[in-house]
């Protein structure tokens, strides 16, 4: 048994001859000698010799991960984001000063020896017997460097990362072999700009330039002499020598460095002692990674292109493949995020809605005909702390989103027209529509097996007064709930369903929307705004639904351009369709629910409101020519009814959809519109029929003062607040997000 000192640890004669066997065995291996298999060093070795020829000959080298930065449509930065902060630069674009530095620090016969320094080992080995420990290393650049490579390949895995670092005879030889390749092929330049990119400087920064703005806020091709001497210190313990921690410490390194580069002739006595006299003189710049950092408030839109692109099959086969390019990194995303939208959107949800506040909103505009997502933003920020949350209200579950989206109330309403006219239905349609009904008894599906009301569920409208007959036009403007009903009955679920999906209309959770009259009709079925600001762009693109797109272009490392999601676009009506639901919208906002959302700059605009059961969601959504938008305002976990209710430091006894999400609209669309012209829409004439003038009369005063006809909730409605199967036939379970009820996980966990 070996001897070993009072601590435990090998004596010094056998630290000595292991490091020795380690030597001699670097040795034989560069010179193809064979190592006898006899005596303890040779029984020690002799495996690892026989296997030095069965190390693949070829190191890969993975590209190197870099900062990712995301621009808007017209260049400006969003945010940076990185797996590790870097950005890879030529040597010519690194300070000489610091070329010398790390040399002298750590291999000052680098540019003498080949792939491992013989002396260097020699010397290594008489100062660490010397001292009885394992003061010096005789590591060269090169085998650091490969060292290095291994790490960067093992990412963030931790089992990767201890086995790329682990203290092993094994793992020198390897290094060894792929140090003579690298050395064959790359030559010393090469491999120190290579070290110099790929090596750890602390505070996150991989990498020298990384590390030069982080200390010193500058490019690495400026660093003067202490400077460079600071970083080159770093390299050996990032944490013992972190200038921002410890600068006596780091000083103390920094001289170190110093000296040893006046002892190799590199610079003179005279600039050392100038050099080490200098204060440290830091200039730091914090770390500023990820969609948190986002300009704007375009946390969420960050967040969303980042969704997008470990999402699409176009950047990649697996999510494993998206992810490996996206924190790889290196890449330049050029978004289709309209500057002036996002600030007008963030300016009008902080006037209207306090981050503080019970309730929420999100607002989302996009550009019809090309599917551009122009803003995204939202009242709760993208963030970790109290207020804040890293749920995209805005977007579906599988994009960030919520769990099932939010209900839409009566803004689903014109999908439902939009149905009937491309089923032949006049825009001049009349129907009973008295105050209260009962759900139709029986109703068709796409499926062939009819809806069936078994438990004699009915609703009614949000006044006493609303009592039909009524046309079209007139119901649409007073969200009349009986109205929709009985055009759903008259032309069944099927077609409506089949609409729905043309104009991307899906729930939150990624489902087909389910075939049941309330979210047929009263938009008990919880949708995303993007998804409603994207299907009512059909309607102002006279009826070519076009698929949302956040990205423009990206580039990768090199400038090289990588290919990106196009958006799909394909007609879902007919333009007479879309021109009569243009027209029908328009009434909504010059004197129907949506009067307080209507722009007053002269533009030709349209919208519908939404407020469901127990005003829990208010809705708005509306559109210009060349900008759909959508707001939605709530509580996140459906918990809160906005009765009696402060939003933006505004009391509200009873929130509509006209009334709170309205003026959200018309701000954020007012400001992201200016200076732009908007192309009046292509309308219809659509007669009002004959109606008696007394019943127009009589409610003449009411209309002037009711915010809108949508905010009664319907008695026993099997898909509105049920959270249950609807008995019989009725065409499923409404606990899967297709009915009212089952909230309470809406947000995937516990909330406020």
């Known amino acids: 048994m070996a001897k070993t000192r009072s601590g435990g640890g090998l004596t010094r004669t056998q630290q000595a001859a292991k490091f020795l ?15 006898p298999a006899a005596g303890a060093l040779g029984l020690a070795a002799k495996g690892t010799v026989e296997g030095f020829d069965t190390i693949p000959a070829n190191l890969k080298r993975p590209p190197l991960s870099q900062r990712t930065t995301i621009l808007d449509s017209q260049g400006g930065k969003i945010a940076t984001v990185y797996s590790r902060d870097r950005t890879v630069v030529p040597l010519k674009d690194i300070s000489p000063y ?46 650091q460097y490969v060292k290095n490579v291994f790490v960067e390949e093992a990412g963030d895995d931790p089992d990767k990362v201890a086995q790329a670092t682990q203290q092993t005879l094994g793992r020198k030889i390897r290094e060894l072999k792929y140090a003579i390749q690298v050395e064959e092929e790359l030559g010393k330049k090469k491999i120190l700009e290579n070290y110099l990119n790929i090596t750890f400087f602390g505070q996150q920064a991989y990498g020298v330039e990384a590390a030069s703005q982080r200390y010193f806020s500058k490019h690495a091709k400026d660093l003067k002499l202490e400077e460079a001497a600071v970083l080159a210190g770093l390299v050996q313990s990032p944490t013992r020598y972190d200038p921002v921690n410890d600068s006596a410490e780091a000083t103390k390194r920094r001289n ?42 375009a946390g969420f839109f960050c967040d969303y292109v980042r969704e997008v692109f470990l999402n699409d099959p176009v950047f990649g086969k697996t999510k494993e493949d998206r992810a490996k390019v996206w924190n790889q990194g290196g890449l330049t995303v050029r978004t289709t995020m309209d500057p002036k939208a996002q600030e007008s959107t963030q300016a009008s949800i902080k006037d209207h809605v306090y981050k503080s506040d019970k309730v929420a909103t999100a607002v989302t505009l996009v550009e019809p005909g090309s599917g551009k997502i122009l803003a995204m933003g939202q009242s709760k920020p993208y963030g970790f702390g109290t207020n804040e949350t890293q749920i995209n209200y805005s977007v579906d579950k599988g994009m960030g989103g919520s769990n099932f989206g939010f209900p839409t109330g009566s803004t689903f309403k014109p999908f439902l027209a939009a149905a009937a006219l491309e089923q032949g239905r006049p825009p001049t349609q009349v129907y009973s529509a008295p105050y209260q009904m009962p759900y139709p008894d029986r109703l068709t599906t796409c499926s062939g097996k009819p809806w069936l009301n078994t438990d004699g569920a009915k609703l009614e409208n949000e006044d006493e007064s609303e009592v039909g007959p009524y046309a079209l036009k007139e119901a649409m403007g007073k969200s009349v709930n009986t109205y929709f009903v009985q055009m759903l009955q008259d032309i069944g679920m099927c077609p409506i369903s089949q609409l729905s999906e043309k104009i991307g209309l899906l729930q939150g959770n990624g489902t087909k929307i389910p075939e049941v009259p309330s979210s047929l009709t009263l938009g008990s079925t919880g949708v995303s705004p993007l998804r409603m600001a994207s299907s009512y762009a059909a309607f102002a693109n006279r009826g070519t639904y076009c698929t949302p797109i956040a990205i423009q272009s990206i ?15 394909s007609l879902a009506m007919a333009e007479q369709t879309a021109d009569t639901i243009n027209t029908l919208l328009r009434g909504v906002v010059d004197s129907g629910t949506g009067k307080e959302a209507g722009l007053k700059d002269g533009r030709d605009n349209a919208g519908k409101t939404g407020t469901t ?140």
């Open 98 to 143: 610091m070329q010398k530095a790390i040399v002298a620090i750590e291999d000052n016969r680098f540019y003498e020896h080949g792939a491992v320094d013989l002396k260097g080992i020699l010397r290594a080995l008489n100062r660490n017997v010397q001292s009885g420990g394992t003061a010096q290393g005789a590591s060269t650049l090169t085998q």
């Open 613 to 752: 059961d127990a005003r829990k969601n208010a809705w708005f959504v509306g559109y210009t020519s060349n900008l759909s938008g959508a707001v939605w305002v709530g509580s996140p976990s459906q918990q809160v009814e906005m009765e009696d209710i402060t939003i933006g430091g505004r009391y509200q006894p009873k929130v509509y959809g006209g009334q709170v999400p309205g003026p959200i609209w018309k701000d954020a669309m007012t400001g992201a519109l200016d200076g732009k012209g908007s192309p009046d829409f292509k309308t219809v004439d659509i007669p009002d029929p004959e109606k008696d003038k007394k019943d127009k009369d009589k409610n003449k005063d009411k209309d002037k003062n009711r915010p809108g006809g949508d905010n009664k909730p319907p008695k026993g409605d099997p898909g509105q607040d049920s959270g249950g199967d609807n008995g019989g036939d009725h065409g499923g379970d409404n606990g899967d997000g297709g009915g009212g009820g089952g909230w309470d996980d809406i947000l995937g966990g516990n909330w406020p």
């Open 21 to 35: 066997g380690v030597s001699v065995l670097s040795g034989a291996v560069l010179a193809g000698i064979a190592l």
């Open 555 to 569: 580039t990768g490392p090199g400038g090289k351009a990588l290919p990106v999601p196009k958006t799909s676009c």
């Open 256 to 297: 170190i460095v110093i000296q040893r580069m006046a002892d190799i002739r590199e610079i003179s006595p005279a600039e050392a002692a100038k050099a080490k006299a200098a204060p440290l003189k830091l200039k730091v710049s914090k770390p500023k990674n990820g969609c948190i950092t986002a300009v704007s408030g």
